[in-house]
C-alpha cells in the first residue's frame, strides 16, 4: 500500500516538475538553434492554467487514501493530461508557424516529454490500484495513447517538426522500417535455431558447455559497432574467393555483416536460458516420466521441453529486444533500418531527424516486448 | 531414391545459377552513396537521370561512411555512387603528393588508379569544390574585414580573438590546418583550438555560429548547405593549400560497358553543378528540410536536363 502511493506521488511530482521546463522550441530553420518557450507561452495561459490543475488534481488524489475510485481517477486524469498536451502543442504549433518566417520549424521541447513520462508513472500506480478489473486497466492504459495515435494520424499534429521530417519521407519511411524488422526478427529467428539445440548441447554434455558459455559471453563483451566492422575484412576476402557467393548476397557490407552480428549478440540470452530451463527442472520429474514408461525422448519432448519452454521464450525475449536496439548501428554499414534516420539526423546536425528514427524504435522495442510476454505466458503450463 | 535426390539437387542448383548468375541483359544499376546531404542530393539526380533515359535503377543511397561505400562499390553491392577526387589520395595511400592540389591533376590521377586497381571508372566532375575550410561568423567577417585566409592569418598574428572548432582529422592530420596554416604563416596554440571527435561539419558550424565556448571559427566544407543560414561565411584559399575535392559519378567498368550512354547522360549535368550551386542546392535539403529527391527533380526541370 505505501509502496504504491509513492509510485503515483513521484509520478506526480515529476509531472508538477515538467510545468517548469520548455515545452515548444521555436527555430529559425530546421537547423538554428532554438528559442524555448515555457508553458503558457507554448499553450496560452487558459491551456496552460488547465494542464496545471490537472497535475494538481493527480498530486492530491495520490497523497489522498482510498482504493478503486482514486485509483481510477488517477488513471482517467492522466489519460486526460496527456491528450490535452499532444491536442494544444499541435495548435499552439500551427498558430506559431503562422506568424514565423518560412522554414521555421516547432520542435516539442523537454517539457512535454518529461510530462510524457510523468503520465505513465501515474498510470502504472493506477493500474496496480485497479486490481483484477482488466477492462479498466486496458482502458487507463491505452486510451491515452490511442487518442494521440488519433491526433497523429488525423494530421492534427503536422505543423511539429518531427512530423515534418516524416512527410516526403513516407516510402523511404516505410522501407526502413520494414528492413528493421527484417534485421531482428530474422536474426533473432537464426539465433533461436542455433541457440536452443546449443543449450540443449550444453546441458546434456558437460564437455561442450564451458566452451559454447566462453563463447556466447565473450562475443557479447564486443562493441557493436565495433564487431559490424570487424566483420567487414573477412567476408569480403571471402566473397572475391568464392564469387558463387557473391551471387547469394554474401558480401562485406550490407545485410550479410549485420545479420551475423545481431545473431551472434543474440545468442547468450537464448543459450542461457534453454541451459537454466533445463537444468532448474525437478529431477522427480523426469523419473515420474520414466516411471510411466516413457523412453528419454519422449520425456524430453513431452515433459522436460514444455516445462523449460516458458523460459526459452523469455531468452527470446531479451534477444529481441537487444536486436531492436543493436540493428539501429546496422544502418551504418549500409544495411539501413531505422538507425538510417538517427545518423542522417546526426550528420545534419537536425534533432528532430534523430527523433523520428529513434521514436519508432522505442516503440518496437515495447510492442515486442509486450508480445513476447504473452506468449511466454501461453507457453507456460497451468499450475506453474 | 537416391537418383530422384540426385536429380532433385541438380535442378535446384541449375536454377539458381540460371536465374541469380545468367540474367544478362537489363540488369538494373544499383545507385548509392554517402550518407550525407550532398550524398543524397547528387544520387537523387543520377537516380532521376537514368531512369528518364530508360536504365533500371535500384535506390540504396545514403548507404553508409565513405570506407564502408567504398568498400560496396568495390564488392560490387553498389555499382555507381558520387565521390570526391582529393579522396584519392586517402585510398591509394598519395596523401603527400601535390597532385591533389590541382583539379585537373587530380582527377586524371584517380581516374588511373581507380581503373587499374579496381576496375572503377570516373566521370566528368563537377567543377565545385567540397574541400575543407575554415568558416567563420559573417559579423567577425565583416568587422575585421577577413574574406581570405590571408586576412585571417593577419588578424590571429595581430592578437585578434580567435577559438577554432575541427575534428581531431582537420586539426592533426597534416592536409588540413597544419597546411593552412605553413601556407598562410599562422599558428593557432592548444587553448585556441577546441578538438571534436568525427568530422561533423553540421556540428563544428553550429558551435561557431552559436559561439558555443566562445567558437568563433569552424572546420566546415566548401559546399555545405547550413553555412549561409548559419550565417557564416567560407574564407577563401587564394594560395590553394588544399587538395581539390571535386564530386563526380564513379562507375564499375562492367556496368558502363553495358550502359555506356550513362557517361553522356551524367556529363552535362554535373558540369552544371559549381560552387555556389551546390551550396544553394545542399541548403533546402539542411536547412529548408526539402526532400532531396524534390530539390533534385526541380534543378533538372528548370534547367532542362528533365522535361
Given at each position: 500500500m505505501v509502496g504504491r502511493d509513492s509510485v503515483a506521488i513521484t509520478g506526480s511530482a515529476i509531472g508538477v516538475f515538467s510545468l517548469?521546463?520548455?515545452?515548444l522550441t521555436v527555430k529559425s530553420s530546421r537547423v538554428a538553434a532554438g528559442e524555448s518557450l515555457s508553458l503558457p507561452e507554448s499553450y496560452g495561459w487558459a491551456a496552460a492554467t488547465a494542464i496545471i490543475f490537472l497535475w494538481l488534481v493527480c498530486l492530491a488524489l495520490s497523497l489522498a487514501a482510498g482504493g478503486k475510485w482514486r485509483s481510477a481517477g488517477l488513471g482517467i486524469t492522466a489519460n486526460i493530461i496527456l491528450f490535452l498536451s499532444f491536442f494544444w502543442a499541435g495548435l499552439a504549433a500551427g498558430s506559431i508557424l503562422e506568424t514565423e518566417p518560412e522554414f521555421s520549424r516547432v520542435s516539442l521541447s523537454a517539457g512535454i516529454w518529461v510530462n510524457f513520462f510523468a503520465v505513465y508513472v501515474v498510470i502504472f500506480a493506477s493500474r496496480q490500484g485497479l486490481g483484477d478489473s482488466s477492462l479498466w486497466r486496458n482502458i487507463v492504459s491505452w486510451a491515452g495513447l490511442a487518442s494521440v495515435g488519433g491526433l497523429l494520424f488525423g494530421g492534427w499534429?503536422?505543423?511539429?517538426s518531427v512530423i515534418q521530417e516524416f512527410m516526403g519521407r513516407e516510402g523511404r519511411f516505410q522501407q526502413e522500417l520494414l528492413q528493421h524488422i527484417f534485421l531482428f526478427g530474422g536474426s533473432v529467428a537464426l539465433a533461436t535455431v542455433i541457440g536452443v539445440p546449443l543449450g540443449i548441447w550444453a546441458v546434456k554434455n558437460i564437455h561442450v558447455e564451458k566452451p559454447i558459455f566462453y563463447f556466447a559471453n565473450i562475443t557479447q563483451t564486443i562493441p557493436s559497432l565495433a564487431l559490424f566492422g570487424l566483420l567487414i575484412a573477412p567476408l569480403s576476402v571471402l566473397s572475391f574467393s568464392f564469387p558463387i557467393l557473391r551471387q547469394f548476397g554474401?558480401?562485406?557490407?550490407?545485410?550479410t555483416p549485420a545479420m551475423i552480428a545481431l545473431v551472434i549478440y543474440s545468442l547468450l540470452p537464448i543459450i542461457r536460458n534453454t541451459y537454466v530451463g533445463l537444468r532448474q527442472l525437478d529431477p522427480g520429474v523426469i523419473d515420474a516420466g520414466l516411471g510411466m514408461g516413457m523412453n528419454r525422448m519422449q520425456v524430453f519432448r513431452r515433459v522436460e521441453m514444455p516445462l523449460a519452454a516458458p523460459l526459452v521464450l523469455e531468452g527470446v525475449r531479451t534477444a529481441s529486444v537487444q536486436a531492436i536496439g543493436l540493428a539501429t548501428v546496422a544502418a551504418l554499414i549500409g544495411?539501413?533500418?531505422l538507425g538510417w534516420f538517427v545518423f542522417q539526423g546526426l550528420g545534419q546536425a537536425a534533432a528532430d531527424l534523430i527523433v523520428l528514427g529513434a521514436i519508432p524504435i522505442i516503440i518496437l522495442a515495447v510492442a515486442i516486448d509486450a508480445l513476447m510476454r504473452l506468449a511466454v505466458r501461453a507457453a507456460t503450463p497451468r499450475g506453474l | 531414391m537416391r537418383k530422384s535426390i540426385t536429380f532433385a539437387i541438380a535442378a535446384i542448383v541449375a536454377l539458381t545459377v540460371l536465374f541469380?548468375?545468367?540474367?544478362?541483359?537489363g540488369e538494373p544499376v544499383t545507385i548509392g552513396s554517402k550518407i550525407d546531404t550532398e550524398g543524397a542530393l547528387l544520387s537523387q539526380m543520377i537516380i532521376l537521370m537514368l531512369t528518364d533515359n530508360d536504365i533500371e535503377v535500384v535506390d540504396k543511397s545514403q548507404f553508409g561512411p565513405t570506407p564502408i561505400v567504398r568498400e560496396a562499390i568495390i564488392s560490387g553491392e553498389i555499382d555507381l555512387y558520387p565521390e570526391y577526387t582529393g579522396n584519392g589520395a586517402f585510398f591509394f595511400d598519395?596523401?603527400?603528393?601535390?597532385?591533389?592540389?590541382n583539379a585537373r591533376q587530380g582527377y586524371e590521377r584517380v581516374k588511373q588508379l581507380d581503373m587499374e586497381a579496381n576496375n572503377i571508372v570516373w566521370l566528368t566532375p563537377a567543377p565545385a569544390n567540397n574541400t575543407w575550410a575554415i568558416a567563420i561568423p559573417r559579423t567577425l567577417s565583416e568587422q575585421e574585414g577577413i574574406q581570405t585566409l590571408d586576412d585571417f592569418a593577419s588578424y590571429v598574428n595581430g592578437g585578434g580573438y580567435v577559438k577554432l572548432i575541427g575534428s581531431e582529422e582537420f586539426v592533426n592530420?597534416?592536409?588540413a590546418l597544419p597546411a593552412f596554416q605553413e601556407a598562410y604563416g599562422f599558428t593557432l596554440s592548444g587553448d585556441q583550438l577546441l578538438t571534436v571527435s568525427g568530422g561533423n561539419t553540421a556540428l563544428t558550424e553550429k558551435a561557431a555560429a552559436e559561439g558555443?565556448?566562445?567558437?568563433?571559427?569552424a572546420m566546415a566544407?566548401?559546399?555545405?548547405?547550413?553555412l549561409s543560414a548559419l550565417g557564416l561565411v567560407v574564407l577563401d584559399d587564394p594560395r590553394g593549400a588544399q587538395p581539390v575535392y571535386e564530386p563526380a559519378p564513379i562507375v564499375r567498368a562492367e556496368v558502363l560497358e553495358q550502359y555506356p550512354e550513362i557517361e553522356t547522360i551524367l556529363e552535362p549535368v554535373f558540369l552544371s553543378l559549381d560552387k555556389e550551386t551546390l551550396q544553394a542546392l545542399n541548403a533546402r535539403i539542411?536547412?529548408?528540410?526539402?526532400d532531396a529527391g524534390n530539390v533534385a527533380r526541380e534543378y533538372l526541370t528548370s534547367n532542362g536536363f528533365l522535361e
Open positions: 517548469f521546463l520548455g515545452w499534429l503536422h505543423d511539429i554474401v558480401r562485406g557490407v550490407g545485410v544495411a539501413g533500418g | 541469380t548468375g545468367c540474367a544478362g541483359g598519395e596523401a603527400d603528393s601535390d597532385v591533389w592540389k592530420s597534416a592536409a558555443t565556448g566562445g567558437v568563433n571559427a566544407y566548401g559546399t555545405d548547405g547550413a539542411a536547412v529548408e528540410g526539402q
